[in-house]
C-alpha cells in the first residue's frame, strides 16, 4: 500500500474527503516526525511507538576494497508494534 492508497482507505474509512485524510496523515506524520526529532517517543496503545535509537560510532570495512574506515554515531527512528497489533497478526 502506497501513500495514494492508505489516504483512500483512511478517508473511506472515516467518512472523510481525501483531501482532508491526507491532511490528517500529514498531520500525523509532522507530529511524529517533531516529537522524534526533541528526543521523544510517541506511543499508540494496542499499535506500536515510535522512538529514536542511537547508534553509536564504530568501524566498518568498505566492501569494495576492505579498507577500514570509521561510521560516524547517528539516530534512527524505530518503531516497535505493540502486544494487540501482534496478536491480531498471528490469530
Known sequence: MNKTELVAAMADQAGLSR????????????????ELQKGGKVQLVGFGTFEVSERSAREGRNPQSGEPMKI?????????????????LNK
Open 19 to 34: 483531501k482532508d485524510a491526507e491532511k490528517a496523515l500529514k498531520a500525523f506524520t509532522d507530529v511524529v516526525e517533531a
Open 72 to 88: 560516524a554515531a547517528s539516530k534512527a527512528p524505530k518503531f516497535k508494534a505493540g502486544k494487540a497489533l501482534k496478536d491480531s
